[in-house]
């Protein structure tokens, strides 16, 4: 497979044998194999290939009896459609936040409350509805911002944050929490500080959404991919551009 795109459908199971699919998420953005840029719903999938992809992911969630949230991986052929499995990831992932903010579902919320065993198709005792009843709503990306230094080979800087000014405004979700002025980041642990996630009614405007954000943004003391992703969020060979006419 000389193309590939990397895309992946999340799961649902509960514990009386009901499992759902929440759409799928594109991740083909990439560096050493590592996700930079995550996005839902796939664009360049069509109403027939995203139904074969994610019934493919229900099948292995029947047939394992899955329990819990999880993600089912698969690489897709550019030239042909064609899609083969890869992995399933048994937890809730980095970029459960693109999936939520297109359905309007709480992953984290359902995956506690299907443990201790409600079931989905009863949204209260999961907030999951029947999957007839789970729908996409726009488009939204995400970006990991980190403290790798994209000048120094990506390598994880540490120190103390001096200045700190995040993003907000409508269509805007940051998730993170150990990022602001004072905070100190070592070498001991990941190097992501914060994940903010950008929904628009179509997928061009959430890109925009995501530029704005990002140049927002301003973190001093230590050094951030902040840049790198503006950069490849704008850029026109970006595999971001690549959206079939008339989606």
Request: aromatic share 6%; glycine share 8%; net charge neutral.
């Amino acid at each position: 497979m000389r193309n590939a795109r990397h895309v992946e459908v999340q799961i649902l199971g509960d514990k009386h044998g009901n499992v759902v699919h929440l759409f799928e998420r594109d991740c083909s953005i990439q560096r050493r194999n590592q996700k930079i840029i995550e996005r839902a719903p796939a664009p360049y999938l069509n109403g027939a290939a995203r139904e074969a992809l994610c019934e493919s992911a229900l099948k292995i969630a029947r047939s394992t009896q899955y329990v819990g949230a999880g993600t089912v991986e698969f690489l897709l052929d550019v030239d042909t459609d064609d899609f083969y499995f890869i992995e399933v990831n048994p937890r809730i992932q980095v970029e459960h936040t693109v999936t939520e903010v297109v359905t309007g579902l709480d992953l984290v919320k359902a995956q506690i409350r299907i443990a201790e065993g409600g079931q989905i198709g009863n949204t209260k005792e999961t907030g999951i509805p029947a999957q007839a009843d789970i729908r996409l709503s726009g488009h939204a990306l995400q970006c990991r911002i980190t403290t790798q230094d994209p000048e120094n080979n990506f390598t994880p800087d540490c120190g103390r944050i001096s200045t700190y000014r995040g993003a907000a405004g409508f269509g805007i979700r940051v998730d993170g929490g150990s990022a602001y002025p004072g905070a100190v980041v070592t070498q001991f642990y990941d190097p992501m500080l914060e994940k903010v996630t950008a929904w628009a009614p179509t997928s061009s405007e959430a890109i925009d959404r995501m530029a704005r954000a990002l140049s927002e943004y301003r973190i001093r003391g230590i050094a951030t991919n902040l840049a790198f992703l503006h950069n490849v969020t704008m850029h026109p060979n970006s595999a971001l551009a690549t959206i079939r006419p008339g989606y």
